[in-house]
């Protein structure tokens, strides 16, 4: 629960109401990212757009809809894992160049967008922005190639990493997805329109079919003439993000070809089977350990109640009170239900421990409202290393299970037991292709080498928070 979110992508074809849907699409897709919103949308002549900070709701009213015609549009929900939080940043991003007009959203991070930014920057290349996707669309205007396809191909053949993108010409809906499928991103129909989003709750919200997932190393393009897909660039192993499993993604959606709220129940069974405690009830901390918690219940033949209440209308900043209330920051979000937790023997369950400080205040607080013994069960493996490829963690000198043992942990947390799930059984969870995921949040093993000096990394191209 103390990961940031990345980001949400959505885009439609051939639907006269396209920036509406794009907008309801980026409502279901909100807990991708919050910092900003935007949408753009083309008529068959001519690109607009419009972006502001904050959420889906802030971001847009009936006006601003309204300024966005035309039967294509994309649309972008945003947390910054590359470049700052501020309006400059908030995509889609939109450019005029030799090829036309471009708007392009993007999931994911480049690893090598430090480097080519340098090269075009000493080419003459003036950058407007501080976020890695910006040198998509320089590479783009760069090129030589005499078709929008090729030049995209072109451009996007320059760059390493993760990227689920949906890209607008003024008649075309584009979408591409790395060759390793980092990031998820899945084809859908209402009616005669096609549509392209991170999730398939998105489509769910608007009425539409799931058709399949955009491949990896796919590039779909869509216009009057249909829709057609191509494969430039030689196959990869894949690396699905495993973290959309057990954390990002919502479980009403289907990722990677599974259902998330099923992956995340049998996190919580196979939890149950490796890790199991005496106890008289299982508490998930909500929203994200549901899932998992109600697997382990089953699974250990215990009940699962929500002993811990979520505060859903928590705005992004609230203002501290002068006074200091104990442990106000994870109290104004959660408050403990006592006369669920009064002398019993509890399994809190929850999805992950960061850097611990969140962790250890809630089972002080479980403790506080009576709780005989708080189990702590985690329904991944110890996140050991920082993500490079879309995700926003903390660097490995923060992650507590980086530099501690389990039982340092517990004792810091102050659990009377502590247990993760094992990397084995997180393979197990998400099924047979097991070996097409990227667990290097989990084993420190990257399958796409990133920049060296992660310090460096970190501080220039992760984050710009000065
Ligand atoms: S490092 Fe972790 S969060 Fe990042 S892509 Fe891999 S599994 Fe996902």
Not at 168 to 188: E, Q, Y
Request: some cysteine.
């Amino acid at each position: 629960m103390s990961f940031k979110d990345e980001c949400g992508v959505f885009g439609i074809f051939g639907h006269p109401e396209a920036a509406n849907l794009t907008y309801l699409g980026l409502y279901a897709l909100q807990h991708r990212g919050q910092e900003s919103a935007g949408i753009a949308s083309a008529d068959g002549e001519k690109l607009r757009i419009s972006r502001a900070m904050g959420q889906v709701a802030e971001a847009f009213d009936e006006s601003s809809l309204q300024t966005l015609p035309g039967h294509i549009a994309v649309g972008h929900t945003r947390y910054s894992t590359a470049g700052e939080s501020k309006l400059e940043n908030a995509q889609p991003f939109l450019i005029d160049c030799a090829h036309g007009q471009i708007a392009v959203a993007h999931n994911g991070n480049l690893v090598n967008a430090l480097e080519l930014r340098d090269e075009l920057v000493r080419n003459g290349s003036i950058f407007q922005t501080s976020s890695d996707t910006e040198v998509i669309l320089h590479l783009y205007a760069r090129s030589r190639a005499a078709s929008v396809e090729e030049a995209l191909t072109e451009s996007i053949a320059q760059v390493r990493g993760a990227y689920s993108l949906v890209l607008l010409t003024r008649n075309r809906l584009i979408a591409a997805r790395d060759p390793h499928g980092f990031r998820p991103l899945a084809l859908g129909r209402l009616g005669d329109a096609w549509i392209v989003c991170s999730e398939t709750c998105a489509l769910d919200l608007i009425g539409a079919q799931y058709v399949r997932d955009v491949e990896p190393g796919e590039l779909l393009v869509i216009s009057d003439g249909g829709l057609r897909s191509i494969k430039p660039f030689p196959p990869q192993p894949l690396s699905h993000c495993v973290f959309e499993h057990v954390y990002f993604s919502r479980p009403d959606s289907y990722v990677f070809g599974r259902s998330v709220n099923e992956v995340r129940t049998d996190l919580g069974r196979i939890l149950a089977r490796e890790a199991p405690a005496g106890a008289d009830v299982v508490v998930p901390i909500p929203d994200s350990g549901v899932c998992a918690a109600i697997g382990y219940a089953e699974e250990a033949g215990l009940p699962m109640k929500m002993g811990l209440i979520r505060n859903h209308y928590i705005g992004r900043t609230f203002i501290q009170p002068q006074q200091s209330i104990r442990h106000f920051n994870v109290r104004v979000k959660l408050n403990p239900v006592r006369s669920i937790l009064e002398g019993k023997r509890v399994i809190l369950l929850d999805d992950s421990i960061v850097r611990g400080t969140t962790s250890r205040k809630i089972v002080k607080m479980v403790k506080a409202a009576g709780a005989r013994e708080v189990h702590l069960r985690i329904s991944c493996p110890p996140t050991i290393s920082p993500c490079f490829y879309g995700v926003d963690t903390p660097s490995r000198a923060e992650l507590i299970a980086a530099t501690h043992t389990i039982d340092e942990i517990r004792k810091y947390v102050e659990a009377d037991s502590l247990a993760y799930l094992s990397i084995d059984g997180l393979r197990q969870a998400v099924g047979s292709e097991q070996k097409s995921y990227c667990t290097s949040c989990y084993t420190g093993v990257y399958p796409v080498a990133f920049p060296r000096n992660e310090q460096a990394y970190l501080q220039l191209a992760l984050k710009n928070v000065d």
